[in-house]
């Protein structure tokens, strides 16, 4: 069988990516193939530093299409890195090569070649310096994409907030009818086409339990009627329900996903449910994007001690779309 390949992003060159990308291909076998859009050099000096060891295979992306790939070898398209090579702190000097990591894999996602893109862990604050509120704003202004949704999955329970990564005193300016409506109803639609499944989803409040001392509710006002909406579309949607209580047991246990009103509010419950068992999949592209659901954590660079469970479950998930 022709198994698509998977493109992986490096991302930010001083994080811990390559080191999970060790861990997760000494771990298994995959059946698509990888082809990592990195340096060489810095791959093969984290290599070094790891002490892992595998053939690397230097890839043509102008003729991936003739090209017979497996997971034998490290499938590398060499992207330009001239920094010095020493761990160090995030800073906007790496910004050139990860938006040159970027522009390769949308190259090669235009041609249709494959639809299946990771990419590794960047810092927001360094590599989109305010210009956009993180990698899902980013990728939808680069793709043209009109819509788009961050979904933290595990098959167990998702989570997307409504709102993503805003200071919390400018959340409330930003809920809208208009927002709530597309961000759920691109929830209910990736899950029917890449899941088979009808799911069932919860809306989280905005204020605590869903009351408010001033005249104006935004969970009655804006909330209510949104699910009433979505409701007579026939998905499968349920709320306003109280923050503090809907990740008991016996609440999640009834739906497939719950939409929470700004970043933490759902992101924060769902991480101390599955920790590192969760991937960040955007919603709304012409093609399927996923990253690990953690950040670069360049402190632990070198220390060869990251857990890799989220890209694994990440390529995972990709070689069953």
């Given amino acids: ?151 933290i999955y595990n098959k167990k329970l998702s989570v997307c907030p409504i709102t993503t990564h805003l200071p919390l005193k400018s959340v409330v300016k930003e809920i809208n009818k208009k927002k709530i409506i597309e961000k759920i109803s691109l929830i209910d639609s990736f899950y029917k086409k890449y899941l088979g499944l009808k799911p069932k989803i919860a809306v989280l409040g905005l204020n605590p339990h869903c009351e408010s001392v001033d005249k104006y509710n935004e969970d009655e006002k804006i909330l209510k009627p949104s699910i009433k909406y979505l409701s007579n579309k026939k998905i499968n949607v349920k709320g306003p329900y109280s923050a503090d209580t809907a990740f008991l047991k016996k609440n999640r246990e009834n739906f497939d996903i719950i939409v929470g009103m700004y970043h933490d509010q759902v992101l924060t419950p769902v991480k101390t449910l599955f920790e590192y068992d969760a991937i960040n999949i955007t919603l709304g592209l012409p093609f399927l994007r996923i990253s690990p659901d953690h950040g670069p954590n360049h402190q632990m660079l070198g220390q060869n001690k990251s857990n890799p469970l989220s890209l694994i479950r990440a390529i995972e998930f990709l070689e069953k779309n």
Wanted: proline share 3%.
């Fill in 1 to 151: 069988m022709n198994y698509k390949p998977i493109l992986i992003v490096h991302g930010e060159p001083n994080s811990i990516f390559l080191e999970i990308f060790f861990k997760s291909i000494k771990h298994r076998r995959f059946k698509n193939p990888l082809i990592l859009i990195c340096s060489q050099k810095i791959l093969k000096f984290q290599m070094k530093k790891l002490n892992f060891k595998m053939g690397i295979k230097i890839l043509d992306p102008s003729l991936l299409n003739e090209i017979d790939l497996n997971n034998k070898t490290i499938n590398i398209i060499d992207i330009n890195y001239n920094k010095d090579l020493t761990f160090k702190k995030i800073t906007s000097k790496s910004n050139s090569y990860i938006k040159d990591c970027f522009e390769t894999s949308f190259k090669i996602l235009k041609s249709g070649i494959t639809n299946k893109l990771i990419n590794g862990p960047i810092s927001k604050k360094s590599f989109l310096n305010k210009k956009f509120l993180g990698i899902t704003e980013y990728l939808t202004k680069k793709t043209k994409a009109s819509q788009n949704a961050m979904l």
